[in-house]
């Protein structure tokens, strides 16, 4: 009975598609010219009815094709291939994407990202909002803590939200997380009760902001699955760099994603995911000051890191306009 109804699904599964065969002749594929497979397929797509797709699968194909003959890939090579992507599918969870996750690490998606995230007039840049984002960070006041103590190394981070020719802009909604001493988000703990190392902040009148946070450190990607053989047949690592994560949104302007990378981490310049970003580097400054510590609201006292950066957002006009003449 199983297998009759496995064959029922098959045949409504595998019905015609509707589409009559070309009106046009296409020569039979010889074995004296394989090219004839690639020129008769690219003929075969300038039948797609809309003109970007059809400029995508015509570029696809070619290089595609160009890297089978190239490279003269085997046939063993090919099966190889599609049973790593296969792997990746199958290995693949609703937080982490499998597919996704191997776009990343072959720099794929980041240099979409980057081509379609252009920067100008000093705007801050864009980075990789990463799995690890949430929407239940809690409201904070200035100066506050978006992290319990113990976490890590005591640091702050500071600054002011511009527009593009200097103006202040206030009561943006900043929101920031970080991984903790160990490299693990609180997500990852599976005793989290509450939000930890992150928070939701507005801008002040001036459009600064300020907070305590702790120094993330770097952590792994995951360590087991397709992709991350795919690091180590590489021979590259599979850590992130430090960043600390951060959104901000206001009216008017269009919503920046980013991070913040310091700039003492040994991984910065081969990130795995390709989220770094030149301008996002900054440097933290060591503050061993016990009174200035107890001032900003450590409670330990003692020295601190101090991260200071002004973030710039474009207008949503502005972020039209540049996307306009991409």
Not at 73 to 92: K, Y
Not at 133 to 149: L, N
Not at 258 to 263: K, Q, V
Request: a negative charge; aromatic letters at 8%; one cysteine or more.
């Amino acid at each position: 009975m199983g297998d009759i109804g496995q064959t029922q699904e098959a045949a409504r599964l595998t019905v015609p598609n509707g589409i009559p065969p070309p009106n046009f002749e296409l020569p039979l594929p010889d074995s004296d010219n394989p090219d004839i497979i690639t020129e008769n397929l690219l003929k075969l797509v300038e039948q797609t009815p809309n003109p970007r797709l059809r400029f995508i699968y015509k570029f696809l194909i070619q290089h595609i094709h160009a890297f089978v003959k190239e490279t003269n890939l085997s046939t063993d090579e090919w099966i190889a291939g599609v049973e790593f992507l296969t792997r990746v599918v199958q290995t693949g969870t609703p937080a982490r994407n499998g597919m996704a996750g191997l776009s990343t690490v072959l720099g794929v998606t980041p240099l979409v990202n980057f081509l379609n995230d252009p920067v100008t007039t000093g705007a801050t840049e864009n980075s990789s909002l990463g799995p690890y984002y949430t929407d239940d960070a809690e409201d904070m006041e200035f100066g506050d803590s978006i992290a319990s103590e113990g976490k890590g190394e005591y640091m702050y981070v500071e600054g002011r939200v511009l527009t593009t020719t200097g103006e202040p802009i206030p009561d943006a909604t900043i929101v920031t997380w970080e991984a903790d001493r160990n490299g693990l988000y609180d997500l990852q703990y599976s005793d989290r009760t509450h939000p930890d190392c992150r928070g939701r902040f507005r801008t002040m009148e001036d459009g600064s902001f300020g907070y305590r946070a702790i120094v993330p450190q770097p952590y792994p990607l995951g360590g087991d699955g397709p992709v991350c053989e795919l690091l180590i047949s590489q021979g590259r690592h599979n850590m992130r760099p430090i960043h600390l994560h951060i959104t901000v949104e206001a009216p008017g302007y269009h919503k920046l994603v980013t991070a913040l990378y310091p700039d003492h981490c040994d991984y910065l310049r081969s990130d795995p995911i390709f989220g770094v970003r030149k301008s996002l580097v900054v440097k933290l400054e060591q503050v061993d000051d016990d009174e200035e510590a107890r001032k900003r609201g450590f409670p330990k006292g003692g020295s601190f890191k101090l991260l200071k950066y002004d973030i710039i957002l474009l207008t949503e006009e502005q972020w039209t306009l540049v996307n306009e003449q991409v």
